[in-house]
């Protein structure tokens, strides 16, 4: 425990060390008559990041939707703000929604429970950008029927547009968390306790909503990251199609033009679920007793 | 084997054939596809234009034209080899790569594997098409100025998207072996005597070939939710030319030399509302090309794995390549390929 404890501060130096050596990359590979890796102009650009580090006001960075430069610390703030806002709800709607899916998909008969996986793979095999396309013809296609325009569906200028991009977002990741779900389920499934249940007669759907989930959930926050990184790069993937002024499209431009920006963009994204992830887990072990490691 | 019986092994695999082999064919076949198509088309009774590029679905069949008035169609199956074949190059390159980083990484002192974790655990919050935009944005921009050949810049790309993944993938593959050398017919080995060269064309070798056939298809699906994504970026195989069309304001139009599918795409995207059929079309040979690699993993794990597992149960002889198939490495191998498919996008 105590190990573990000294590992953390560790663990996220050393990544804090990886974000800064990565935002250097844009000025990496350069083309003049044949590919050259310029590790010279690499390294001047992680000093130039450096010194700008010692003065963080200074750094400005463009908004795409009016072409004029800000001052990094109010602009980005107010954009990491709005897109995470976008981002946590549409995590909690679709986390909710995948597990009550899978839930339910767990007391079908067998035959249509393999229906819905065989659908869960269909959905699975669609592009992002697709289901998004597909979405916002659909509230067109709406509008032409109905002549009522349920949400706005493109963002002009400063304007903030809250409903379908949640959706979108909320959508996206649903099949991979299903999988996810039945998959950790399965997993539990097999485990004596399951059994123990059943032999006293309790019922599949008390079994499995109060006794499995419990621990789902727990190996659910263990394969956190890999779900947080899916919905970091659908959201690009929206802000992009909605031509939202969010975050991540922010965070787009300035890697190739502000690598300080984009660096210190990369340690606000970091550093608050660094923060959250660690405290959670140590929660979860010093109540659950469970030490997981699913990746040491 | 039951995998040269399965339609579900067959159907998705003689799609992906016949879209790459008739993509060689279009060239042969329509040796004009390239070139703009009819500038309008006229009713042949009255003889006046009813229709000018891009033409709608019904009026040139099957997924209409593009805004040049070449058929969408064959300018897509003309695409494929380029779509297809780079992701396969793709996934290749990632398995090589990601074996060698894996055997480095279960042999590395327990220090500098933690040490590795760290660092490389930054690539976990930084979506793998802003790390690709980065490397590649120069280059486009290169390419963009005329310094930069078409197919030069499309093999670049191929080895920096495969270089990308390969620190990750490798420390997972990596954990996997590392996980797999705690067994004890492995320490068995090693008490006889056996080297690490020994250890790695003896049991790693083996462990790995079996996963890999699976991991292949996982990392071409991958592969192609990335295309997809780095289309939207105006990053794709092959590069982007860049015209300005724009008379006061800068309004850039795009073509491509490969048509490759991310490309016709990324071309199309301003179009979504007026002729939505033109940013479709190429995502649905995307959604189609990946369903069919996750139906091929899906039967290739079935046969590969699980029901190897079944098999090393029934006999009798239960010699160390069937003890590999425990459930704890089949899991080891679905969380690297859970993560593999999704996170890295």
Same mark, same amino acid.
């Not at chain 1, 390294?43 to 072409?67: F, Q, Y």
């Given at each position: 425990m105590k190990?573990?404890?000294?590992?953390?501060?560790? %663990?996220?130096?050393?990544?804090?060390?990886? +974000?800064?050596?990565?935002?250097?990359?844009?000025?990496?590979?350069? /083309? *003049?008559?044949?590919?050259?890796? $310029?590790?010279?102009?690499?390294?001047?650009?992680?000093? +130039?990041?450096?010194? *700008?580090?010692?003065?963080?006001? &200074?750094?400005?960075?463009? !908004?795409?939707? *009016?072409?004029? =430069?800000?001052?990094?610390?109010?602009?980005?703030?107010?954009?990491?703000?709005?897109?995470?806002?976008?981002?946590?709800?549409?995590?909690?709607?679709?986390?909710?929604?995948?597990?009550? @899916?899978?839930?339910?998909?767990?007391?079908?008969?067998?035959?249509? $429970?393999?229906?819905?996986?065989?659908?869960?793979?269909?959905? =699975?095999?669609?592009?992002?950008?697709?289901? !998004?396309?597909?979405?916002?013809?659909?509230?067109?296609?709406?509008?032409?029927?109905?002549?009522?325009?349920?949400?706005?569906?493109?963002?002009?200028?400063?304007?903030?547009?809250?409903? +379908?991009?949640?959706?979108?977002?909320? !959508?996206?990741?649903? #099949?991979?968390?299903?999988? &996810?779900?039945?998959? %950790?389920?399965?997993?539990?499934?097999?485990?004596?306790?399951?059994?123990?249940?059943?032999?006293?007669?309790?019922?599949?759907? /008390?079994?499995?909503?109060? $006794?499995?989930?419990?621990?789902?959930?727990?190996?659910?926050?263990?394969?956190?990251?890999?779900?947080?990184? @899916?919905?970091?790069? &659908?959201?690009?993937?929206?802000?992009?199609?909605?031509?939202? &002024?969010?975050?991540? #499209?922010?965070?787009?431009?300035?890697?190739?033009?502000?690598?300080?920006?984009?660096?210190?963009?990369?340690?606000?994204?970091?550093?608050?679920?660094?923060?959250?992830?660690?405290?959670?887990?140590?929660?979860?072990?010093?109540?659950?007793?469970? $030490?997981?490691? !699913?990746?040491? | 084997m039951s995998l040269l019986r399965s339609y579900r092994f067959w159907i998705p695999l003689v799609i992906l054939l016949a879209m790459i082999i008739g993509s060689y064919l279009v060239p042969i076949l329509y040796p004009d596809f390239q070139e703009s198509g009819p500038p309008y088309m006229t009713d042949e009774e009255t003889g006046r234009v009813i229709a000018a590029p891009p033409y709608s679905t019904s009026e040139m069949p099957p997924l209409g034209s593009d805004k040049l008035g070449r058929n969408m169609f064959i300018i897509l199956v003309a695409g494929a080899k380029y779509t297809l074949l780079s992701a396969i190059a793709i996934a290749l390159l990632r398995m090589a790569g990601g074996f060698i980083t894996g055997v480095l990484y279960a042999f590395l002192p327990r220090w500098l594997r933690a040490g590795a974790k760290g660092l490389l655990d930054t690539f976990n919050f930084i979506p793998l098409a802003i790390v690709v935009y980065i490397l590649l944005f120069p280059l486009q921009l290169a390419f963009a100025g005329g310094s930069l050949p078409s197919f030069r810049f499309l093999i670049i790309e191929i080895i920096v998207i495969s270089l990308i993944v390969i620190p990750s993938l490798g420390m997972y593959v990596g954990q996997g072996m590392h996980d797999f050398l705690k067994q004890d017919f492995v320490s068995a080995s090693r008490t006889m005597g056996a080297g690490r060269i020994q250890l790695i064309r003896r049991h790693l070798w083996p462990y790995f070939s079996r996963q890999s056939i699976v991991l292949f298809s996982e990392q071409l699906a991958q592969t192609l939710f990335l295309l997809v994504q780095l289309g939207i970026l105006h990053i794709t195989l092959g590069g982007l030319i860049t015209e300005n069309f724009g008379v006061l304001e800068y309004i850039p139009q795009y073509f491509s030399v490969t048509n490759e599918w991310a490309a016709t795409m990324s071309i199309n995207i301003q179009q979504i509302f007026n002729k939505p059929m033109l940013l479709l079309a190429p995502l649905l040979f995307f959604a189609v090309s990946i369903y069919c690699v996750n139906q091929i993993s899906t039967v290739l794990r079935q046969v590969l794995i699980d029901e190897q597992t079944i098999r090393g149960r029934r006999s009798k002889k239960l010699d160390q390549t069937n003890t590999v198939f425990s459930k704890q490495n089949v899991e080891d191998f679905h969380f690297v390929q859970g993560r593999n498919q999704h996170e890295s996008i």
């Open positions: 190990k573990h404890l000294l590992r953390l501060p560790v %663990q996220f130096i050393l990544t804090c060390l990886g +974000l800064f050596l990565f935002s250097g990359a844009g000025s990496l590979l350069m /083309y *003049d008559h044949e590919l050259v890796i $310029h590790i010279a102009k690499y390294l001047h650009t992680l000093e +130039l990041i450096l010194k *700008d580090l010692l003065d963080p006001g &200074n750094i400005l960075i463009r !908004v795409e939707a *009016d072409g004029k =430069d800000y001052p990094i610390f109010p602009m980005l703030l107010k954009l990491f703000g709005y897109s995470f806002l976008l981002l946590a709800s549409a995590f909690l709607i679709a986390v909710v929604s995948a597990a009550l @899916l899978s839930y339910l998909s767990m007391l079908l008969p067998r035959r249509a $429970h393999r229906f819905f996986l065989r659908i869960l793979d269909l959905l =699975d095999s669609l592009p992002d950008v697709l289901v !998004v396309v597909i979405l916002q013809l659909f509230i067109i296609w709406l509008f032409k029927k109905t002549g009522i325009l349920f949400f706005d569906m493109y963002a002009l200028g400063e304007e903030r547009i809250y409903v +379908l991009p949640i959706i979108c977002l909320a !959508v996206m990741p649903i #099949a991979f968390l299903i999988k &996810n779900f039945l998959f %950790q389920l399965s997993e539990e499934g097999d485990k004596p306790y399951v059994e123990f249940s059943f032999s006293k007669g309790f019922s599949k759907a /008390y079994t499995l909503w109060v $006794h499995l989930f419990r621990n789902v959930w727990i190996s659910f926050y263990y394969h956190m990251k890999p779900i947080f990184l @899916l919905m970091l790069s &659908n959201l690009l993937i929206i802000e992009i199609l909605f031509n939202i &002024n969010g975050f991540m #499209a922010a965070m787009l431009s300035v890697a190739v033009s502000e690598p300080s920006a984009f660096f210190i963009g990369m340690l606000m994204i970091y550093v608050p679920f660094f923060i959250l992830f660690s405290l959670g887990q140590l929660f979860i072990t010093k109540y659950t007793g469970i $030490h997981e490691e !699913v990746e040491s | -």
